[in-house]
């Protein structure tokens, strides 16, 4: 290998590296969800998804945090909210749930 192709070969897997760090930065910064959990704990699909109920994923379908900052979707929570007789409890840390302002 010469100097120069040595070179060459240097310089394209920088530019490779580049790219993967790129792609890297695109894909975190796509995710727009802050949620700790990528699956909703009540009915357990993925929260880039939507609940059974809905068809389309995004907004129809919305995420919604409690105080203790589990997040459900807002269909999901609403039915088990719905659904208890007394104060409702988050589903995954039995605390009394609030909606996160
Ligand atoms: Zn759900
Ligand atoms: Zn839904
Ligand atoms: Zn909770």
Redesign the pocket.
């Given at each position: 290998m010469s100097i120069c192709s040595f070179l060459t070969y240097k310089e394209l897997n920088a530019a490779k590296e580049n790219e993967s760090q790129d792609y890297t930065w695109h894909a975190v910064a796509s995710w727009t969800w802050d949620a700790q959990d990528e699956t909703c704990?009540i009915c357990r699909m993925a929260f880039d998804g939507c609940c059974p109920d809905c068809k389309l994923p995004g907004d129809d379908c919305p995420l919604i945090w409690?105080?203790?900052?589990?997040a459900f979707h807002l269909h999901c929570i609403l039915k088990w909210v719905n659904s208890q007789t007394s104060q409702a409890?988050?589903?995954?840390?039995?605390?009394e749930?609030q909606f996160k302002e």
């Open positions: 704990g409690g105080s203790c900052n589990h409890h988050c589903p995954m840390c039995r605390r749930w």
